[in-house]
């Protein structure tokens, strides 16, 4: 992206000459395209990412995401502590859905050992995931929205998600870094109460979603910032390896959570406990940021109807399978990928026998999600961009590791 | 510098009153009580610092007491207290604190800025703002300048405010100024149309461009003939001039220069200290003074039943004008409260849409309101005369 | 290039009556909503004079049930992050402690060291705030006391004066036989002589 620097006044060689004798020197005003380093300190990127935009006035030209500002070699690190150890680092590069994390590298890890999971821990386990996934959702719609320059939302939506938080606190005593799924299991049991409490927070969620609805996602301003804008097409989306609430935005009805089932997803979806929300176009055009943002916002509705057909079923029980102190892996690999808010999370795991993984690779849905913003980007306004950045919710954890 | 702009308004305004033919309360005061020993062409200019001083202090009042009104607003729209601590009570002193933490600031000007006009910018945004206040009474006899297109200059001098930004951006040398600067520019020059047609509304059914004038043309009624009562139109130029102000005064859904998630912070990316207070001081007095403007034209300025019965009462001059002036205060106070909310609810519009509203919507609204209005106003004639 | 600025294309007129009734009607509604917010109590708490409540389960500073712990190393084992470490010399069966400290620099709180514990003596407690003015007081030192309890002093002396005393007891035996086995056929000579 190097500029061509040209004169900004150039003159034409050869004056025109005008009917009256006189001569007319004819006068060519250049502009460049300005290159802005978006971040990596900006309040869009949401995060430490870089976006080198290149802009004709207030039209974005070029843009080019750099990543790796946050590069924490998680996936080394999985390769030199052992099988449970590596833990609490999956915590660390999705933050805001940890749950989700802990489940994957849990299930990847299970898919090895062969191991069967107690009925109670794979409830457990789902009612945490879709609580992630609602406290996640929460936070993509509260940032976009401060995006866009409406910070009350955001409050809002915070003030959910600090209820949420009140409930992962009590269940295993974290607030971000939960490492409460464990392989095998889960570490602990539902403290007494906390089922109600989860039960009372669906009830209540319900009147503060619509609230969320009518105050921004229906506003004529928000309507007007994000439909037809950042438009993803069904073959753009297929083509980037999308995933998540970005191919579903898109019009592509698929989620890893019923196509390729794990846990209970397949029953649930079965008695029809939730339904698969997928990008309409209702206000624009199928695959705009506003469809985007409003697959997010209607699953946070489906995981709450997930986590009544949970608390509905949930039976008592042993939390943990068989499984040793100190675990010893049999030989072999292992994929498994699991619908994470932001997309497929995959897990990669290579067991030579020993305490440690041989190599531990994981798949980030933001990092695969971010690529297509270089498609997307050029032609918008830059309030567009900012806006297209926000509707892709990258956690840049994720994308660097 | 901050004081060189002020200090030209201040000899304006005492010119301005040095040629008015009376009617201010301070110079009669000051003529009834002052010795023979002094001078005539004393009494003018004293009485122009006098009242110069007194409105430096009001607007520096009511913009400590907005910031912190602001705080509590945004704090309670968004289920929070806002700021508790400093002062006690609900954390009163929070703008005092603030304004000592600003002023103790390292004063910080960047390598590559252009030194003269990054420090200039500031004071001429602020130097403007309380330029434009020179025009506006404060009660029916307490003004510093009566002027017959009173109206009119408070719309020039708001609008010079946009050269102070311009300035601020350009010379800042960063990108994300430059772009605030420009998006300021656009926006205002964009606005100034709409904000002045719907303006043009009241005017012609007042018939004059005096605040005063315009203000006492609202005392029928019981004090209750407010322009927005007497002319179908009033009330949708009322809408439009709200929707104007809050683009001319940069405030959300239009903080268009400043988008805090887009630009960064706009033409004010590189300010810090006391000289980006200046700019924060410009935009909560552009805010009052947008509401005393809204409040005189359309909500019936100094009038109320209160101070028509204070009147009928025959109450003391100076009870009648303090009656008056807390009047104009609350109803511009609740402009301010009103503009706040709007702000902590809506989201950022985009800067072809701010074109799009103001040229596309406002513009021929406005219009649509300014002819529906002259029409009326005719027809009245017409048929009651 | 492909611009996607909707508000370049014409509006009609229909579009455009619409879009004020929107922008109107949409705004006054979320002004609705956050109008009622700012007439209700808020949801915060004033966090210094008051606090939540902290749950039981919360993973805050460690805290060490010293008179259990046995050295075991299971929990610095278990670490991700080898911040926990810990010494003590061992005396028979009582320890000598000497160190165990936590490295909060490094300490992500995951609560792994707790759960390997034979002897369930290492917690995780509710305070969260740990503020120091230099880097290296993040390293906490765990232990209530260092050396030996009191309890275990007693404990140890008894054992010594009971080793001692069997000591003692082997060497006169031990003595005695040898005295028998010198003087042939004389009775044995207990030693309290006092």
Redesign the interface.
């Known amino acids: 992206m190097a500029t061509e620097h040209k004169p900004s006044i150039t003159f034409h060689p050869e004056p025109r000459n005008l009917p009256g004798g006189e001569r007319e020197y004819m006068m060519d005003v250049s502009t460049s395209d300005l290159e802005v380093n978006m971040g990596p300190q900006h309040p869009a990127t949401h995060g430490v990412m870089k976006i080198l935009i290149r802009t004709d006035g207030e ?1 974005v ?1 070029a843009a080019q995401p750099h990543l790796g500002f946050l590069h924490r070699c998680a996936e080394k690190i999985g390769e030199n ?2 099988w ?6 999956t ?1 660390r590069y999705d933050y805001l859905a940890s749950m989700n994390n802990n489940l994957g590298y849990s299930m990847a890890v299970e898919k090895l050992l062969d191991v069967e999971i107690p009925q109670r821990a794979v409830m457990l386990r789902m009612i945490c995931v879709e609580l992630n996934r609602i406290a996640s959702a929460l936070v993509a719609f509260g940032t976009y929205g401060l995006d866009l320059g409406a910070i ?1 939302p955001f409050l809002y939506a915070f ?1 959910e998600r600090e209820w949420l938080l ?1 409930i992962f ?6 607030r971000l ?1 939960y ?1 409460y799924l464990r392989i095998g299991g889960v ?2 049991d539902a ?1 007494p109460g906390w089922l109600e409490e989860v039960s009372h927070f669906c009830d209540v969620f319900e009147e503060k979603w619509q ?1 969320y609805y ?3 996602m ?4 928000f ?2 910032r994000t ?5 993803i097409t069904k073959e753009q989306a297929l083509d980037f390896g999308l995933t998540g609430p970005m191919l579903r935005g898109s019009g592509v009805d698929f989620d890893l959570r019923r196509d390729v089932p794990y846990l209970r997803y397949k029953e649930a979806y079965d008695a029809g406990a939730w339904k698969v929300p997928v990008g309409s176009g209702e206000k ?1 055009t199928v695959g705009d940021c506003w469809d985007r943002i409003f697959v997010r916002v209607q699953e946070m509705m489906e995981s709450l109807s997930l986590v009544r057909w949970c608390l509905e079923n949930i039976e008592e029980g042993p939390i943990i399978g068989d499984i040793a ?1 100190t675990l010893k892996v049999p030989p072999g690999e292992a994929y498994v990928g699991i619908e994470n808010p932001r997309g497929e999370l995959g897990h990669y795991a290579v067991s030579d026998g020993g305490k440690v993984a041989v190599r531990c690779r994981v798949r980030g849905p933001s990092f695969c999600n971010l690529a297509i913003l270089e498609d997307i980007m ?4 830059l309030g ?1 961009a900012v806006a297209i950045i926000g509707s892709t919710d990258v956690v840049i954890g994720e994308t660097d590791r | 510098m901050a004081a060189l702009p002020i200090a030209l308004n201040a000899a304006q305004a005492a010119l301005e009153v040095a040629s008015s033919e009376g009617g201010n309360l301070t110079l009669d005061l000051l003529k009834q009580y002052a010795p023979e020993s002094v001078p005539a062409w004393i009494l003018p200019l004293t009485a122009a610092a006098v009242s110069v001083g007194i409105v430096v202090a009001v607007i520096a009042l009511l913009a400590l007491t907005s910031v912190w009104l602001e705080r509590k ?1 945004s ?7 806002g700021p ?1 601590y400093a002062g006690g009570w609900h954390g009163w002193a929070q703008s005092i604190a603030d304004g000592i933490k600003l002023l103790m600031k390292e004063d910080m000007i960047p390598l590559g800025a252009d030194r003269a006009l990054f420090v200039i910018a500031p004071a001429l945004v602020l130097g403007a703002i309380f330029g434009a206040f020179v025009a506006m009474p404060l009660s029916p006899d307490f003004f510093f300048a009566d002027l017959h297109l009173g109206a009119f200059f408070i719309l020039g001098m708001s609008s010079l405010t946009t050269i102070g930004v311009v300035m601020a951006g350009w010379a800042s040398n960063s990108k994300w100024s430059l772009y605030g600067a420009m998006r300021e520019a656009a926006q205002v020059v964009a606005y100034e149309i709409p904000l002045g047609l719907s303006l043009m509304v009241p005017l012609i059914v007042a018939g004059t461009f005096n605040l005063l004038d315009a203000s006492a043309g609202q005392s029928d009624w019981w004090g209750m003939g407010w322009y927005i009562f007497k002319n179908p139109f009033v009330l949708p130029a009322g809408l439009l001039f709200f929707v104007s102000s809050l683009a001319e005064t940069k405030r959300a859904p239009f903080d268009l220069p400043e988008a805090e998630s887009e630009l960064v912070a706009g033409f004010l990316t590189e300010y810090s200290g006391i000289r980006w207070s200046f700019f924060f001081m410009e935009e909560y007095a552009a805010m009052y003074l947008m509401s005393l403007m809204a409040a005189v034209f359309f909500l019936g300025g100094f009038e109320s039943p209160f101070l028509h019965f204070a009147k009928a009462a025959e109450l003391p001059v100076i009870v009648c004008n303090l009656i008056a002036a807390v009047t104009l205060i609350t109803k511009s106070m609740i402009g301010v409260i009103v503009m706040m ?2 702000r ?3 989201p950022r519009v ?1 800067i ?2 701010v074109m ?1 509203m103001g040229y ?2 406002l513009t021929p ?1 406005a219009l649509l309101c300014v002819l529906g209005a002259a029409l009326w106003e005719a027809g009245k004639v017409l048929i009651f005369e | ?8 294309e014409l ?1 009609t007129p229909r579009e ?1 009556v619409q ?2 009734w ?2 109107l ?3 006054l ?3 609705r ?3 009622r ?4 109590k ?3 708490i ?1 966090y210094p004079d008051e606090r ?1 409540p902290i ?5 805050g500073i460690h805290y060490l049930e010293q008179e259990k712990c046995i050295n075991c190393l299971a929990c610095a084992r ?3 992050i080898d911040c926990i470490e810990m010494d003590a010399i061992r005396h028979g069966k009582e320890l000598e402690w000497v160190s165990f400290s936590v490295d909060y620099q490094k300490c ?5 060291c707790v ?2 514990c034979p002897k369930d003596c290492i917690h ?1 407690g509710t305070e969260f705030a740990f503020v120091t003015e230099d880097r290296s007081e993040l390293k906490h030192d765990l232990l209530s006391f260092k050396g030996m309890s009191r309890d275990a002093r007693v404990r140890k002396k008894e054992a010594e004066e009971k080793k001692a005393a069997k000591a003692a007891a082997k060497e006169a035996k031990a003595a005695a036989k040898e005295a028998q086995a010198a003087s042939g056929d004389q009775p044995k000579e207990e030693g309290d002589d006092g």
């Open positions: 039209l030209t502590v052992e449970l150890q590596y833990l609490p680092y915590d009350t003030r009140m606190e009590k269940i295993c005593g974290a870094t490492s570490f602990n403290p609230e009518d105050l921004l229906v506003n004529h301003i309507v007007k439909a037809d804008i950042g438009v624009g102190k050029p032609g918008t306004l567009d | 607003v704090g309670h729209i968004q289920c929070r207290y508790m909310w709007v902590w609810t809506l985009r072809d849409q799009t596309k919507y609204l | 290039m492909k611009t996607t600025i909707s508000a370049r509006t455009w879009n004020v929107d922008g009607f949409t705004t509604a979320g002004m909503i956050t109008g917010y700012l007439l209700r808020p949801i915060t004033q939540m749950p039981d389960r919360y993973r278990a670490c991700p992500m709180f995951c609560e792994l759960y390997p995780m």
